[in-house]
């Protein structure tokens, strides 16, 4: 009995349990599906419902946060050009009359030539005779790679010094790429990194705010968020990438670190060429120069306005910097402003233009909906044709005041605005005219005419070609000054083009008329060439001079270029004056520009006394016999001792045929200066051009090895050589 009322107590209890057990099962079951109901009930909740609960949650109105306020700029965008205006303006007063006067004769006897000054000279008795012919020759005097060792070599020998402007504009670029590298390093590299992090974090904020429902502004937000987080990235290796961005960026990342060929972009979605971000001049002195090129470059891709995504991503942009304020030095600034610091000062120093820039775009949107309004404006199509329409009529005034702009190709917005290089974009309608490009064909479109007669033989039967040089010396010739002074690159082309176009009566009395263009000719290329490739690169850090043994008879001479150094004086006060305003300077900095103009002044005021026929005293002799260790000491300043001439660069690519110019071993323009009566022989170093087209890209070490063998100078100017 007792044994069958266990039995029924245990199953009463195994039905008991199974019974708790369905209980517990139907429970579950009704949780989960009063869940799902919920879930189903949410996912018909629309996005913007969704995400206003969120914002309210977090104390944000969508509504707020979708207003775009545009603010006025707190610089003048053309701070640098102004000033130089400013001293062109003036440059009338600057200058007094250059009224040349004791012209030597045009042909020297060759018996004027004494044994001793040719020993001297090493000249042969073919180069007495050019020299006879041409009233001057250029001649090697050994393989020199510098200014100093070449000024070195001619005080020892005891023959008067000649400065020339190869030597003045020679260390002229070299300090400017080196001041524009400490500024970079100093400054803009810090700024350009707080701003990307700054603006990469808005960015973001404002495209996770965006509700689904404004499709188009949600997709243009997550584009300039991921464009933003690339700069902030490559600036800062730790900086952390939402997760919704982070394969773009990474991959976008590796493209732009391998700067090979043209490839999609992951983050733009358009064919980008990334061989523009392998770094030049005085960005490959250190990492940190090299990140901030990358980083500048990726934030100068341009934006075309003709399609409207791409004009919503740039008006996201202006949104974006409207809204963002950067803290530097614990200072809180809006973001605007730094922008405004790095833009004017990177475009000065490095060539950059505004196409379509952000003063351009914010004018163009103030203009139709008021310095204040929403991104949903833009939802529709119409909104961005009126803002295209806007920009296209802003584009119209800038023509019209300026040539310049015939030369750039369809309007593009550009965040850090758009690289014109000169040079190249004229080279490259030389080859749309079908003919390989060549320097003669730049120094011809620049009106040196000498250039044409070593030409003819390429041109005579190409009609297309010269009607395409006659179109573009014709914007040339009508470049006004307020176009050359927008920026070092294109001022730096208007020096060679003073070289030019300035007739010095004294030593056109003096010489060959052809073969002193021939010289004029091969500087300017030479000077292009220093320029194209970054005069820098070729730094050497040890200063060592060696004994500088100066007699007390010997004297040196200026090759008078007296508009040429005024310009240069007044490229160094304009730069000082610009960087004062903008609050980018230090002690440093403000010495080596300082200096720089008071030697420029010098060179002036030399000039002028040389062209009159006045003599020179002794304090301004000693600094022309001295001047290349005076460069020197101001550029130990920045731990530089010297800096080689021998480089070589590519300019442009023509269906694989690559485009070379360089410099070779320095040489030396020996001429007669007549002073008191009596004529003198000086020797003064210039650069020497070479050019030559190579289906693979040529670096300096090939270069050096190349010159050391011998290669072959451009058959024009053998004619200024006494031997072949």
């Known amino acids: 009995m007792y044994n069958s009322n266990v039995k029924t107590l245990k199953l009463e209890s195994s039905l008991g349990a199974i019974i708790l057990t369905v209980r517990e099962v139907k429970r579950k079951i009704a949780v989960k599906a009063l869940a799902a109901v919920v879930l189903a009930i949410i996912i018909f909740i629309s ?205 976008e990342i590796r493209l732009i670190n391998s700067a090979e060929g043209i490839h999609i972009s992951p983050v733009l979605e358009r064919e980008i060429d990334y061989t523009i971000f392998k770094p030049k001049k005085h960005y490959t002195l250190n990492s940190k120069l090299e990140k901030y090129y990358k980083a500048i470059t990726w934030l100068s891709i341009e934006f075309p306005i003709e399609n409207g995504d791409e004009l919503l991503q740039a008006i996201m942009l202006i949104k974006v910097l409207e809204d963002t304020t950067t803290t530097i030095n614990g200072k809180t600034l809006r973001a605007k402003e730094i922008w405004e610091k790095i833009y004017l000062t990177n475009s000065f120093l490095n060539g950059y233009l505004g196409k379509i820039t952000v003063h351009d775009l914010e004018r163009a949107i103030s203009n139709i909906f008021g310095s204040k309004f929403s991104i949903l404006n833009l939802e529709d199509e119409v909104s961005l044709i009126l803002v295209r329409n806007q920009l296209q009529r802003i584009l119209e005034e800038k023509q019209a005041t300026s040539k310049i702009w015939d030369l750039m190709d369809d309007p593009s917005f550009s965040f850090m605005g758009f690289k014109l290089h000169l040079p190249k974009t004229l080279l490259e309608r030389v080859i749309k005219a079908g003919k390989k490009p060549s320097g003669l064909d730049l120094a011809l479109i620049l009106s040196l005419n000498r250039a044409r007669e070593h030409l003819a033989r390429e041109t005579i039967e190409n009609p297309e070609y010269e009607v395409e040089v006659s179109e573009l010396k014709d914007i040339i010739e009508n470049f006004k000054i307020n176009d050359w002074t927008k920026n070092w690159d294109l001022y730096h082309t208007h020096l060679l083009k003073v070289m030019i176009d300035t007739k010095n009566p004294k030593q056109l009395a003096a010489v060959n008329a052809d073969a002193w263009q021939d010289r004029i000719l091969n500087t300017i290329l030479a000077l292009w060439s220093e320029h194209e490739h970054g005069i820098t690169r070729q730094l050497i850090t040890e200063n060592k001079t060696g004994e500088v043994s100066i007699s007390i008879n010997q004297t040196a001479y200026l090759e008078p270029a007296a508009e040429l150094y005024t310009k240069i004086l007044f490229l160094c006060k304009a730069t000082l004056s610009g960087l004062e305003e903008l609050g980018v300077v230090d002690q440093q900095i403000e010495s080596t520009l300082r200096e720089m103009a008071d030697m420029a002044g010098k060179l002036v005021v030399i000039s002028i006394k040389e062209l009159n026929g006045e003599k020179l005293s002794s304090e301004e002799k000693e600094f022309l016999l001295t001047i290349d260790l005076k460069f020197r000491e101001i550029m130990s300043e920045f731990k530089v001792g010297e800096v080689e001439a021998t480089m070589i660069t590519q300019v442009i690519d023509v269906l694989g045929q690559k485009l070379q110019i360089g410099c070779g071993f320095i040489e030396f323009i020996i001429l007669p200066i007549q002073e008191n009566g009596e004529i003198q022989f000086c020797a003064g170093p210039i650069l020497t051009y070479y050019e030559l087209v190579e289906k693979h890209e040529i670096g300096d070490e090939e270069w050096k090895m190349l010159l050391e063998l011998g290669i072959e100078k451009p058959a024009w100017i053998k004619n200024l050589h006494g031997s072949s």
């Open 47 to 251: 996005s913007h419902q969704l995400t206003s609960l969120i914002m309210e949650f977090r104390g944000v109105k969508f509504e707020e946060i979708a207003m775009i306020t545009t603010t006025p700029a707190t610089y003048s965008e053309n701070i640098f050009s102004k000033k130089l205006m400013e001293l062109e303006s003036a440059k009338a007063t600057t200058l007094a009359p250059m009224e040349a006067k004791n012209l030597p004769p045009r042909v020297v006897e060759k018996a004027a030539l004494t044994p001793q000054i040719i020993g001297k000279l090493n000249l042969s008795a073919q180069e007495v005779n050019k020299l006879s012919e041409n009233g001057f020759i250029v001649k090697s005097l050994g393989k020199i790679t510098t200014f100093n060792h070449a000024c070195n070599l001619i005080r020892e020998r005891q023959i008067p010094l000649l400065i020339t402007v190869d030597l003045v504009l020679h260390y002229y670029h070299a300090l400017y790429e080196l001041l524009a590298a400490e500024l970079e390093a100093k400054y803009l590299t810090e700024l350009l990194k707080e701003l990307c992090k700054s603006l990469a974090a808005k960015a973001d904020f404002l495209y996770t705010y965006t509700p689904l429902e404004y499709e188009r502004a949600k997709e243009a937000l997550e584009k300039i968020s991921c464009y933003l987080q690339v700069a902030a990235k490559i600036l800062d290796e730790n900086h952390e990438v939402p997760k919704y961005a982070a394969r773009k960026v990474d991959e």
